[in-house]
């Protein structure tokens, strides 16, 4: 096993052991749904059609804000990073690897679930597709996007607040074209563009993200 | 002796207070150093400075770097006072997932077998005491071979057969030729007679 499977491999298994801390996001997505529901039920319906992929997104956006600190808090709490910054092994590919843990466990199931509850919630099959990919690609971007302010907050107490006001107004590309894509999609016009852009920030960012991140690791436990 | 590693005048200062200044360190190979000193005299600062965890503000340090890269030995093994182990793994998978670049099973067992661990192999760490978790963390020593061994603080929270597994095993790091260098309260002449005890 290389050491990329095995931070992944490692990150499941305690995932597995934590009991339901990873269906966390997907509770918090539904509590949300069902609170917008409830504060627009006087909107007509039309117009919460509208809305609804967009509250979505957003939602979404705003869960990887909320899941981001996991990241390297327990590592840095435990000493693990301590360690890991010493190691000879390539830094970049563990820092790669605990972002793809990360995403595999606390945003795709969001991403999964998110087109099932538009769909429930009365949006068409095509459109719950397109928010579905933009999402797909959207949330990774996020992550990397997010695990630099992780890494740079990581050794502060109440880190929260601060992670939020470094990332949020990054996010506003991927927020601009996430939500149109899925928006053009259910007006029925064009929507590749969106996507395709979405899918170069996201490699740009997978190609840069992880090296930023091993940088702002050191400075934090500076 | 081979020389692995110096320091020149090394100083710290964080926030306009000098933690320490003017470290002088010469760590040869198979030597024991003990760095000893009161709370909050930088111990765990230094430490980690050698270890490359954190930057000096002042000062040098030298890494010499003929060291024999044919072995799979890496250059630093750091054991903080973390444990640098997962509640929600048990005892083996910790000591897997710490390995480096080797899948090497056998290595964990041994390692579990010295420190007198293999009852609780399968055991999570968080159903285990502190003194068994030093242990776990202590036996990366075993399972990650090194030229230079920083330990921080290694005799807290062990027992007395913690202890003497422990200075059993740095025995035989330094009868291989890596250097050891722990960080302490007091000096340790008693328990390693070539000790060199520096005051911090």
Redesign the interface.
């Known amino acids: 096993?290389n050491?990329f499977t095995?931070?992944i491999n490692?990150e499941f298994?305690?995932a597995s052991?934590?009991g339901y801390e990873s269906l966390m996001p997907v509770i918090y997505l539904f509590i949300i749904m069902i609170f917008f529901n409830i504060s627009i039920s006087y909107v007509s319906k039309n117009i919460i059609l509208e809305l609804l992929p967009l509250m979505i997104w957003i939602s979404c956006l705003l869960i990887c804000i909320l899941n981001l600190e996991t990241i390297f808090k327990?590592d840095f709490?435990?000493?693990?990073l301590?360690?890991f910054?010493?190691?000879?092994?390539n830094k970049e590919e563990g820092v790669t690897a605990k972002i793809v843990a990360h995403w595999l466990l606390s945003n795709l199931p969001v991403v999964i679930v998110a087109p099932l509850i538009a769909m429930l919630l009365g949006i068409d099959y095509h459109t719950s597709l397109i928010l579905f990919f933009s999402l797909l690609i959207g949330t990774p971007t996020m992550s990397l996007l997010g695990s630099i302010a992780a890494a740079l907050t990581v050794s502060l107490k109440r880190n929260k607040i601060l992670m939020s006001i470094i990332v949020l107004p990054l996010y506003i590309p991927i927020l601009i074209f996430g939500t149109s894509a899925v928006n053009n999609s259910y007006i029925g016009i064009n929507y590749h563009s969106e996507l395709l852009f979405m899918g170069v920030l996201f490699l740009v960012f997978l190609l840069i993200a992880p090296t930023i991140c091993v940088k702002a690791l050191k400075v934090s436990?500076? | 002796m081979k020389k692995l590693l110096e320091t020149k005048n090394l100083s710290l200062t964080r926030n306009d207070y000098c933690i320490f200044s003017d470290i002088n360190l010469d760590i040869q190979e198979g030597q024991l150093i003990n760095i000893y000193g009161k709370n909050g005299a930088g111990k765990t600062s230094l430490l980690?400075i050698l270890?490359?965890?954190?930057?000096h503000t002042d000062g040098e340090i030298i890494y010499h770097n003929d060291l024999d890269v044919s072995t799979s030995w890496?250059?630093?093994t750091?054991i903080?006072?973390?444990?640098?182990?997962?509640?929600?793994?048990t005892a083996y998978?910790n000591l897997y997932?710490?390995l480096?670049?080797s899948?090497d099973e056998q290595i964990i067992l041994d390692a579990l077998e010295v420190y007198k661990m293999m009852d609780y192999k399968d055991s999570?760490i968080k159903h285990l005491s502190h003194g068994q978790q030093k242990r776990i963390s202590l036996m990366k020593i075993i399972t990650n071979f090194a030229f230079l061994y920083l330990i921080d603080e290694p005799y807290s929270s062990l027992d007395e057969d913690g202890i003497k597994i422990f200075n059993e095993t740095v025995q035989g790091l330094l009868s291989t030729g890596s250097s050891v260098v722990i960080t302490n309260h007091t000096e340790i002449n008693n328990i390693f007679p070539n000790t060199i005890n520096y005051k911090i």
């Open positions: 096993m050491y095995k931070t490692k298994k305690i052991r934590s327990e709490e435990d000493g693990t301590d360690q910054l010493i190691d000879d092994t436990l500076d | 980690k270890a490359g965890i954190t930057e890496r250059p630093t750091y903080g006072h973390k444990y640098a182990i997962k509640n929600n793994l998978e997932y710490s480096e670049s899948n999570l």
